[in-house]
């Protein structure tokens, strides 16, 4: 059965930090994203995190207004993948969610089959 469970979400002070951490089981994917999705927004995808067929790691965020701030991190050994976020600001409350795929994948919600259940940040 496969599950993708997330943790670490809740309430900081703009400037704050945040580490939201995704266990995953069932599977081994190959791809390991964290998405965000404000009120009333689309689902935007935050940071990539994969296993290339070497079996390296590499990992990138996304929007330039986390560049420096947000940090994406894959853990195999532990089948865990974290964000972690510093200087938090009030634009980035939002529900965080943890998403996973067998195949390699971008940016797009639509690549991935597997989503957590979402975490809840609000910055203020």
């Known amino acids: 059965h496969v599950q993708l469970v997330e943790s670490g979400g809740g309430s900081a002070l703009a ?5 939201l951490s995704c266990a995953a089981s069932g599977y ?14 689309e689902r935007e995808a935050v940071g990539i995190a ?3 067929s070497a079996g390296d790691r590499r990992s990138t965020t996304i929007p330039d207004s986390v560049k ?6 894959l853990d195999t050994s532990k089948s865990t993948l974290y964000l972690q ?4 600001e009030p634009e980035d409350t939002a529900m965080y969610y943890c998403a996973a795929d067998r195949f390699s994948a971008g940016r797009n ?3 991935y089959n597997y989503w957590g259940q979402g ?3 609000t910055v203020s």
């Not at 400037?15 to 580490?19: K, L």
């Not at 420096?68 to 991190?73: A, K, L, P």
């Open 109 to 111: 919600k639509y690549d």
């Open 85 to 88: 976020m510093n200087s938090l």
């Open 50 to 52: 994969s296993i290339t």
């Open 28 to 41: 081994t994917f190959n791809t390991y994203s964290w998405f965000r999705q404000a009120p009333g927004q």
């Open 68 to 73: 420096g701030r947000f940090t994406i991190s």
């Open 119 to 121: 975490t809840q940040v």
């Open 15 to 19: 400037g704050g930090s945040v580490r």
